[in-house]
């Protein structure tokens, strides 16, 4: 009876059926009449269906987003693939129930992409959806992955443009205003010296920013990098605004690295450390405060225009490095790990016109001796 009652209690209970089989046993006891029965029990239980079958694909992958991923991607990272799937993937299957999401529906999806965006953005978009529904089949919340048979358009990788490096005559221009003084000995640019150390370390401005004095071995001349400042969602506010904060490792796996310094990047640090000696810092306010972004972009736009050079970000500080190593013959390799990328196949695909032309020289050269 006990049995049966806890079946009673059961939702997914549908109908008990209960047959008498034979009586085992009588008993009389106190004027009651005890008897043993065997019985035999049927269970029907209602129909469950997968809980996804009635998801649509942008309910799934939000909800992959938020409860799965969220417990591993840094807060950069989140922000980035939650634009990807409300911009990239909703819009075009996120109607579509996920048990009906076929390989030509995805496949059209990126047909559709391919005519406005680039081919990183297409390859994110799909790398987001691969991976959801490599996650669902594990769970088998779906027999298998229908996005294993979507073709990238491969053709697009070769679309790369030119990436903006300063000449040496330019650079050197844009290091000399960076550390100009008024007539009274005042410094025009009070961080002007992170223009030198940017375009000799190739740092990320994040990394750049994130520093300090810790991280900076001035006997070995060399500098550490751990850690990136970041913008974020701050996701405890209402009014969807954006929070600064230091993200305790690098954009990359393979962007934790040791950098050598140049005796030009010394020299800067050095300066940098009679302002900011006092601060924990590198790059402070004068209030000893870490500095934005988009303050030290809008000196280094100034410092252009000064120059007669046509404006464009701090990041191209960064190509220039790069593309100053390469034409001093170091290899791919090399640059890749003195920059931070997770893979060599990024810096190559990057600078991949420098690096033909490099090549072309070489070649020259090679004529030349023979």
């Not at 417990?71 to 996920?98: C, H, V, W």
């Not at 779906?142 to 650079?171: G, H, Q, W, Y």
């Not at 695909?349 to 072309?360: G, K, S």
Request: hydrophobic share 40%; glycine share 4%; with cysteine.
């Amino acid at each position: 009876m006990n049995t049966i009652l806890a079946l009673l209690k059961e939702k997914s209970v549908k109908k008990i059926i209960v047959e008498k089989e034979d009586v085992v046993d009588t008993k009389v006891i106190n004027n009651h009449q005890s008897i043993s029965l065997n019985l035999q029990i049927s269970v029907e239980y209602a129909h469950q269906e997968n809980a996804c079958a009635v998801m649509t694909f942008g309910e799934y992958i939000l909800d992959w987003l938020y409860n799965v991923k969220a417990n591993e991607l840094k807060p950069a990272s989140f922000d980035r693939k939650e634009q990807t799937i409300k911009y990239q993937i909703i819009p075009y299957i996120g109607q579509m129930s996920i048990n009906d999401l076929t390989a030509d529906d995805i496949q059209k999806m990126i047909n559709a992409l391919k005519k406005k965006y680039s081919f990183s953005t297409i390859k994110k978009t799909y790398e987001c959806i691969n991976s959801c529904l490599k996650y669902a089949v594990k769970r088998r919340d779906l027999p298998f992955n229908v996005a294993e048979s979507v073709i990238i358009p491969k053709n697009m990788e070769r679309e790369k443009s030119d990436v903006k490096c300063f000449s040496e005559d330019e650079l050197k221009r844009i290091e000399a205003e960076a550390v100009k003084c008024y007539n009274n000995g005042k410094r025009i640019y009070r961080m002007g010296e992170i223009v030198i150390f940017l375009a000799d370390t190739g740092l990320r401005i994040g990394e750049a920013l994130a520093l300090e004095w810790t991280n900076i071995n001035f006997k070995k001349k060399t500098v550490t990098v751990r850690q990136n400042m970041v913008f974020v969602k701050d996701r405890n506010s209402t009014d969807k605004s954006y929070k600064y904060i230091k993200q305790r490792s690098t954009k990359t796996k393979k962007g934790s690295r040791i950098v050598p310094l140049t005796a030009a990047a010394i020299r800067a640090l050095m300066s940098l450390k009679g302002i900011n000696g006092s601060t924990k810092y590198v790059f402070a306010t004068s209030t000893g405060k870490r500095i934005y972004p988009r303050n030290i972009d809008r000196m280094f736009r100034g410092i252009l225009k000064k120059c007669g050079i046509k404006g464009t970000g701090v990041h191209t500080l960064r190509h220039t490095f790069a593309s100053r190593l390469f034409a001093k013959g170091v290899d791919v390799k090399t640059v890749s790990e003195l920059l931070g990328h997770s893979e060599v196949g990024i810096t190559y695909d990057t600078y991949i016109h420098i690096i033909q032309e490099q090549q072309a020289a070489a070649v020259d050269v090679l004529e030349n001796v023979l």
